[in-house]
T-cell receptor, first 113, second 111 residues
Framework: KQEVTQIPAALSVPEGENLVLNCSFTDSAIYNLQWFRQDPGKGLTSLLLIQSSQREQTSGRLNASLDKSSGRSTLYIAASQPGDSATYLCAVRLNQAGTALIFGKGTTLSVSS | SQTIHQWPATLVQPVGSPLSLECTVEGTSNPNLYWYRQAAGRGLQLLFYSVGIGQISSEVPQNLSASRPQDRQFILSSKKLLLSDSGFYLC??????????FGQGTRLTVV
């Protein structure tokens, strides 16, 4: 059974720091991996999608990497800002059929000004 | 553009009352549709998914049911709510190999 783990569970940093969020999964046979952001009481906003054949994806200050063989992904946030404060969720999709995303419990990030 | 609508945003219901949450998507056809629940301190739990009209798969046996009467409509229901049904309910869709998109969620409190 696929399990997704995110470390750390919470992280506090001062504004301007670069930081890395970690995601690991137990079964390397994934279809793709997606990073989301969730603000308190809100739905999930997609940040980056990495297909199983890709190694990384970038969007602005965000960079996500994928090492499928070792079951790991990282989300790198450059020059963090208070507006980055949120919970970041990692999810893996097993195949293209109807099976859904399996989520980690998230990392709650707090960026202080 | 592709959008997903969920309503209501918040709901307070007494124990034993029925429930109906609706999710509709626009700008896509034949999506895979999903209902998730997020309880305090826990991750997102997949409740139901659907790959087409009338096709529902249940991941967790419980007090809830789902239906897909139209291609872009997904409904979560209960005949009698329990206290343990409280949580944040999220609808999502995926088409092909694209990213998953989520609605803004419904906060359900059963009292």
């Amino acid at each position: 059974k696929q399990e997704v783990t995110q470390i750390p569970a919470a992280l506090s940093v001062p504004e301007g720091e670069n930081l890395v969020l970690n995601c690991s999964f137990t079964d390397s046979a994934i279809y793709n991996l997606q990073w989301f952001r969730q603000d308190p009481g809100k739905g999930l906003t997609s940040l980056l999608l990495i297909q199983s054949s890709q190694r990384e994806q970038t969007s602005g200050r965000l960079n996500a990497s994928l090492d499928k063989s070792s079951g790991r992904s990282t989300l790198y946030i450059a020059a963090s800002q208070p507006g980055d404060s949120a919970t970041y969720l990692c999810a893996v999709r097993l195949n293209q059929a109807g099976t859904a995303l399996i989520f980690g419990k998230g990392t709650t990030l707090s960026v202080s000004s | 553009s592709q959008t997903i609508h969920q309503w209501p945003a918040t709901l307070v219901q007494p124990v034993g009352s029925p429930l109906s949450l609706e999710c509709t998507v626009e700008g896509t056809s034949n999506p895979n549709l999903y209902w998730y629940r997020q309880a305090a301190g826990r991750g997102l739990q997949l409740l139901f998914y659907s790959v087409g009209i009338g096709q529902i798969s249940s991941e967790v046996p419980q007090n809830l049911s789902a239906s897909r009467p139209q291609d872009r409509q997904f409904i979560l229901s209960s005949k009698k709510l329990l206290l343990s049904d409280s949580g944040f309910y999220l609808c999502a869709w995926i088409t092909g190999n694209t990213e998953a998109f989520f609605g803004q969620g419904t906060r359900l409190t059963v009292v």
